[in-house]
């Protein structure tokens, strides 16, 4: 069993299109989070979200829009695709806010052309 | 704010030889320590943590000594091998936060 999983794990899509990355995790953890992965492997935090309640929100544009419906899954919407939103998208997840040990899924690689 | 510097890379060592990976941090707080993996086309995976100085974290022949003096948590291993190859990176977390701070990763290469 996966226990972070996120779903695709490859999008290749034209510039100006919408897409949604999905990431459920089964470990029963109460915080999620969404991390970007640029080309030099650079991880940056995006959102995290705590029992379905947004709690870290970094300086991400507002194309991007999480949503978490329950504790174990946060989805990441993105509108209006540009060329610099290609990179790989992390979902992870901690037992607690505080807890520091994060539980990474596979990544999906967005392309954008 | 809090922050992680690691050894800039790409290392590249051949099988066998002994490895350390540099990561110094700035932190309010009193931080807890982790050092992840990350193989090829995979997720990160957490390696090993300390939570206090004077810890030391290991798993895998790896290990790392949280230094609070030096605010150092440098990562070695006396032999590496082929399926080492990864990118390897230090992070902190501080109750405070809420969140991980992470280094910038370090790409090791071990040659046959």
């Known amino acids: 069993d996966t226990a972070v999983s996120q779903t695709p794990k490859y999008l290749v899509t034209q510039m100006g299109n919408d897409k949604s990355i999905k990431c459920e995790q089964n470990?029963?953890?109460?915080?999620m989070y969404w991390y970007k992965q640029d080309s030099k492997k650079f991880l940056k935090i995006m959102f995290s979200?705590?029992?379905?309640?947004?709690?870290i929100n970094e300086t991400v544009p507002n194309r991007f829009s999480p949503k978490s419906p329950d504790k174990a899954h946060l989805n990441l919407h993105i509108n209006s695709l540009e060329l610099g939103d290609s990179a790989v998208y992390f979902c992870?997840?901690?037992?607690?806010?505080?807890?520091?040990?994060?539980?990474f899924g596979e990544g999906s690689r967005l392309t954008v052309l | 704010g809090d922050s992680v510097t690691q050894m800039e890379g790409p290392v590249t060592l051949s099988e066998e030889a002994f490895l350390t990976i540099n990561c110094t941090y700035t932190?309010?707080?009193?931080?807890?320590l982790f050092w992840y993996v990350q193989y090829p086309g995979e997720g990160l995976q957490l390696l090993l943590k300390?939570?206090?100085?004077?810890d030391k974290g290991s798993n895998k022949g790896f290990e790392a000594t949280y230094r609070k003096e030096t605010t150092s948590f440098h990562l070695e291993k006396g032999s590496v091998q082929v399926s080492d190859s990864a990118v390897y990176f230090c992070?902190?977390?501080?109750?405070?936060?809420?969140?991980?701070?992470f280094g910038d990763g370090t790409t090791l290469t071990v040659k046959p």
């Open positions: 992870a997840s901690t037992p607690h806010a505080n807890t520091g040990e994060l539980f």
């Open positions: 470990l029963g953890h109460d915080t």
């Open positions: 979200y705590n029992n379905k309640e947004l709690i």
């Open positions: 932190a309010t707080g009193y931080p807890s």
């Open positions: 300390a939570t206090k100085a004077d």
């Open positions: 992070a902190l977390s501080t109750t405070n936060a809420g969140k991980s701070t």
